[in-house]
């Protein structure tokens, strides 16, 4: 937008602010009163809140948006990943019962701890290396 555009859309915009007595056009922010008068937008009709709780609301969302997707992130482990974390807290495990009697392994895996995601995937992982045993290739 040119310079003289934006001087006369801003000046338009606060002739319109300044006229109105409505209590309609006052901020609507939901935590507390505000009187600032809200913001026009450019098609003329007005925001919901005044400019600091706007940027603020704004500010806010883009902090909420990026926490989702590094949280998302997070949860998407690639499955080499996943499975190295696994086998570490299994070295982990193994190497502190090394130091006691022998166990099987089957009874350190019971003392792992697995949720039924973390399950599914190493029965997965275990019945494709059941099948290769076999000499056939199953893929997932």
Request: a negative charge.
């Amino acid at each position: 937008m040119p310079l003289a555009t934006t001087q006369q859309y801003f000046s338009i915009a606060h002739a319109i602010q300044s006229k109105s007595t409505n209590p309609q056009a006052t901020c609507c922010y939901p935590s507390k009163p505000c009187m600032n008068p809200r913001v026009v937008k450019r098609d003329g009709n007005l925001h919901r809140f005044c400019e600091f709780h706007r940027t603020k609301a704004n500010k806010n969302q883009r902090a909420l948006q990026r926490r989702r997707l590094v949280d998302h992130m997070v949860e998407q482990l690639p499955i080499d990943a996943y499975m190295q974390q696994l086998n570490e807290q299994y070295e982990l495990l193994v190497g502190q019962e090394q130091g006691c009697a022998e166990l099987p392994p089957s009874d350190l895996l019971v003392r792992l701890d697995l949720d039924e995601d973390d399950l599914r995937v190493l029965a997965a992982v275990l019945s494709v290396d059941d099948d290769d045993d076999d000499g056939e290739s199953t893929t997932l």
